[in-house]
């Protein structure tokens, strides 16, 4: 079945697909917006939380998902659950796709590792901001392969109502620091003005503390 609509983060839907570690049981989707990529990882993991800060975002995925007795989907921020919707150490899998640039970003990254398993994996699909020529000659052939990918879709690229916010850091600046921060993940530059990031959570993991005091160091 084709996607409802077509936007950047959706395309590289399949890639994260491609990406679930063998053995997952648990995965949440952080940022879910309607839960479209929810309702796909349903069909592959057998319990799957969608979180968004958007009660908007949440009713409407909700309404789309009433058929899937594996998905639940709360309104939580993962870097401030007061109410403790998400629990820390608990997921095999971590997805954010367009979130992290929304927040700091070692405070982001570092949230996420802390929702994960040991040995659980966290996948980040992000946004950064052209810089240099070679970010711009990029950025520019990417706006002529999106329209061109874009065009057997419509137009449309819901959903509405979610919230934007544009990248402050830079490309080079997201693979530094994420480098710096989640030692041995993997990071590279996407066609359509994404990144992707993938890091396996070690078996014996820092303190925080060391986290920070690695963060503040690079």
């Not at 819901?158 to 850091?169: L, T």
């Amino acid at each position: 079945m084709s996607d409802p609509y077509w936007n950047h983060n959706v395309h590289y839907q399949p890639l994260i697909l491609d990406l679930i570690p063998d053995g997952c049981k648990r995965a949440l989707d952080v940022g879910c917006g309607d839960g479209l990529l929810v309702r796909k990882l349903a069909a592959r993991i057998p319990v799957v939380t969608g979180a968004d800060r958007s009660a908007e975002m949440i009713g409407l995925a909700q309404a789309e998902s009433r058929h899937l007795h594996n998905v639940t989907f709360v309104e939580a921020d993962y870097l401030d659950d007061a109410h403790g919707l998400l629990s820390e150490g608990r997921y095999d899998l971590v997805i954010a796709v367009s979130v992290v640039h929304h927040a700091d970003f070692g405070r982001a990254l570092e949230g996420l590792a802390r929702l994960l398993t040991p040995g659980g994996r966290m996948i980040v699909v992000g946004l950064g901001k052209n810089r240099s020529a070679v970010d711009w000659i990029a950025g520019g052939v990417a706006q002529v392969v999106s329209r061109i990918v874009r065009r057997p879709h419509g137009g449309k690229r819901g959903p509405h109502g979610m919230p934007a916010m544009d990248p402050i850091m830079s490309w080079g600046q997201t693979a530094r620091e994420a480098r710096a921060i989640l030692t041995g993940c993997r990071w590279r530059r996407l066609l359509l003005r994404r990144y992707l990031l993938v890091w396996d959570k070690p078996w014996h993991l820092p303190s925080e503390r060391s986290l920070r005091q690695e963060g503040s160091r690079r």
